[in-house]
Structures are given as structure tokens and as C-alpha cells.
């Protein structure tokens, strides 16, 4: 464990000459009821991405809550992943780590830990149920070859086919994916996350306005 936590804070290490692309709070909606919100922010630098959000769920007792990291570097493809429950399940972490062709998933409660293996890979996506701007990651993806990808909580293997193509509305980007999960994000005329929906969670994520 300690060197799988080492291993993490060194791939999510980011240099002083990040930028700050897009930054913003999202309201969960369903059925046009707000049920949560996320708050997200995207990194970037010469050496890859960073994206972290933090997600509650108001309408459990106590508030469901995540809080992610996720770092990619972009000369290497290694990956680094890190998930904290609150709320319902304090202390619980799940951590994710990609070097080479490999990735190491390892969750660790009160009660113990439990680690898996299996093929990572250039490319790889890594996704977390119930929140959102992770899938932003798509927004770098080939649209013409399936995308792997990863829902870290199982972990589940998916392979995503991603589309994209003109928003009218918002005068930016829609980007949509089918695969073992489905969605769409919106993206405006400035790249900025809009709305993102994933209908089998019947939910969907606005950005408030500032």
C-alpha cells in the first residue's frame, strides 16, 4: 500500500507552470430536481492533465460525497487516479495507478483493502460512477477507434465509441459515447463544460452560472 500511495503522489505531481482551463460548479439534476452538485477543476501543463472534482449527494442522510484526482501524463500515458468517500462511507479510498501496460486498482475500507491488476494501456480512460467531469477525458479521444476505459469502483472494463460534432446552441462542441455506458457533454464556444447527461443514471449535470 505504501508504495502504491507513493507511486500516486508522484504521478499527480504537477509542475508551476500549470494553467487553469476550466473551473466551475455543476448542478445534478433529476427530472429537473436538483439532487447534488459537483465541483470541478481542469489543469494543464506541458507534461499532461489534472482534473478534480468534488461531488455530494444531498438526498441521502448523511450527504453522499467523492472526491476524485485524476492526473495524466501526457509524454509517458501514465495515469493516477484517486477516490475519498465521505458522508456515507468516511475514510474509505480507492486508489488507481497506471505505469506501462499495467494498472493497479486498490480500495481500502475500516475492514481491509483489495488490490487487482489487469492490461492498462496507452489511451486508457479512467471514469468514476456518479460523477462527471471525468468524462472530459473524452474530449482528447480518437474518435475513429474504440476508446478503453475504466469505472474504478468495480473495476469495470468498458470500450467506448465516441462521437462529436457542431452544438448549435451553445455555438461549441457535443461530444457523446455508446459502449457499456452512455452520455453526452456540451462544450461552449470557449471549450467550457456546459452540461454533461448519463441517461442510466437518469441524471444530468448543468454548470451554474457564476
Known amino acids: ?112 483493502e483489495h488490490a487487482s491488476e489487469s492490461p492498462g494501456g496507452r489511451g486508457l480512460v479512467l471514469l468514476a460512477d456518479s460523477t462527471f467531469a471525468l468524462f472530459l477525458q473524452l474530449v482528447a479521444s480518437p474518435p475513429d477507434r474504440p476508446v478503453p476505459a475504466v469505472l474504478v469502483q468495480g473495476p469495470r472494463r468498458l470500450s467506448l465509441s465516441v462521437t462529436r460534432g457542431p452544438a448549435a446552441a451553445a455555438g461549441g462542441t457535443r461530444i457523446s459515447w455508446t459502449g457499456g455506458t452512455e452520455g453526452e457533454l456540451l462544450l461552449g464556444s470557449r471549450g467550457e463544460l456546459l452540461r454533461i447527461s448519463v441517461p442510466a443514471l437518469g441524471l444530468e449535470a448543468v454548470r451554474r452560472e457564476e
Do not use: C, H, W
Open 1 to 112: 500500500m505504501k508504495r502504491l500511495s507513493a507511486t500516486l503522489l508522484l504521478v499527480l505531481a504537477l509542475p508551476v507552470t500549470a494553467q487553469v482551463p476550466d473551473e466551475g460548479t455543476l448542478s445534478i439534476r433529476r427530472d429537473s430536481r436538483e439532487v447534488g452538485t459537483e465541483t470541478f477543476r481542469v489543469t494543464t501543463s506541458d507534461s499532461g492533465l489534472r482534473i478534480t472534482t468534488r461531488t455530494v449527494y444531498t438526498g441521502t442522510r448523511p450527504p453522499t460525497e467523492l472526491a476524485t484526482t485524476l492526473e495524466r501524463t501526457g509524454t509517458s500515458g501514465n495515469l493516477g487516479f484517486q477516490l475519498e468517500y465521505g458522508g456515507a462511507a468516511p475514510g474509505a479510498r480507492l486508489y488507481a495507478v497506471q505505469q506501462g501496460n499495467r494498472l493497479t486498482v486498490r480500495r481500502v475500507e475500516r475492514n481491509g
